[in-house]
């Protein structure tokens, strides 16, 4: 079955706690500017900046709203009572680090929302959802019910759309959402190959594991992904992560590898079995011919893919030829900037390069890949969402206007047991929620 497509994608608008807490262990960026000054106010007008400038060349642009932080129904199950700001201050002095993981604004890298497949995959021929369960950290584990809770006010038709609970939250299915899949297709519309990419085997002792840093997503959880989805074998592809990939710091694939139609861009250190990985795509994509885009080591180490997220930048179809949206961190890394230059200069499928500058983000080891989730949608799936959280010229200008009312420009770690914040966050989020019409989707709002 094969019909007209597109591919939306769904930014996650980063919420008034943004802030950098070192949370993740195995995350270059996050460890090197904790307790970092922020500026919550600049990263989330830096995101909309993006999402307007897609939206503007015509791509199909989302907004995922921000999660309530600091989260105090997490605090509460965790023991700390009384009133909202006694427990706010009793977290602080007592458990300084739960207060930072529970504030954390990290539900921005919407890539690690959720694993969508789109209708021409699945045996229903439904859109089918999967939240991510994030288990892999503790201040992460605690998004996915907001989420699911967003994308069921958006993606409401069940004669389209098909929402499953997260995975069971254990390690034994670490789920890293999209940021550890990618989908390989001739048109959007056709059906298309879901590579899924795990860091590591659960259930088998023996198979190869990275050594310093955690593999967050496990083979497992991808399958389960796929079974829950209706995927068929020759829908999908599982691969592993190259488990010194992981310890040189690429934390989700999106650090090393991102794809589009035909094209996979990606690092030779990416994959364990690259040749294998390549031969099972091949042998699967219909109606396309594979574009492998591969990245050498010598023409840029992969400390320095890590240090630019050259990989964890959006590749888009443009009108003649693919577009590749990388962070500004890539023009200041010499072998990176380089190897850009020769890339769109050779006859091959990315034409141009793109800066966006996301700096908030990015020294929280986010790119502009992390930001968004990528929906595939038929005309008619596109025409049932719930079209309040599409990126009209008016919307931007209602988002933009919300953020200048209600963000801080600067935001330290002694500031998140603030209860002022608290009211700051809920009353923006409730003005929120009415702009982009979605209906309660906040605990404090239940
Ligand atoms: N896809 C990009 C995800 C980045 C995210 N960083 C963080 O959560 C850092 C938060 C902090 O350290 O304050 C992560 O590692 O999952």
New binding site residues.
Partial sequence: MSQHAVEANFDGLVGPTH??????W??V???S??HAVSNPKEAALQGLAKMKRLADRGYVQGVLPPHERPHLPTLRSLGFTGSDAEVLGKAASEAPAVL?AVS???AM?T??AATVSPSADTSDHRVHFTPAN?S??F??SIEHQVTGRALKAIFTDEGYFAHHPALPSVSHFGD?GA?NHTRLCGGYGDPGVELFVYGQAAFNDQAPAPRTYPA?QTLEASEAIARLHGLKDAHCVFAQQNPNAIDAGV??N??IAVGNGNTLFYHEMAFLEEERVLADIRSRLTGAELQPVRVSSADVPIEDAVASYLF?SQLLNAPDGMLLAVPGECREVASVSRYLDALVAEDGPITAVEVFDVKQ?MR????P???RLRVVLSDDELQALNRGVILTDDLYERLTTWVEAHYRDQLSQQDLADPMLLEEVRKALDELTGILGVGSIYDFQL
Avoid: T
Wanted: with cysteine.
């Fill in positions: 802030n950098y807490a070192g949370l993740s195995g995350n960026a996050s460890k500017n904790v930072a954390s604004a990290s890298w890539a690690n994030l892999a950290k201040h992460r890293e940021a967050r934390f989700h999106d650090v964890n983000s929280n080891g986010g790119g890949a992390c930001l």
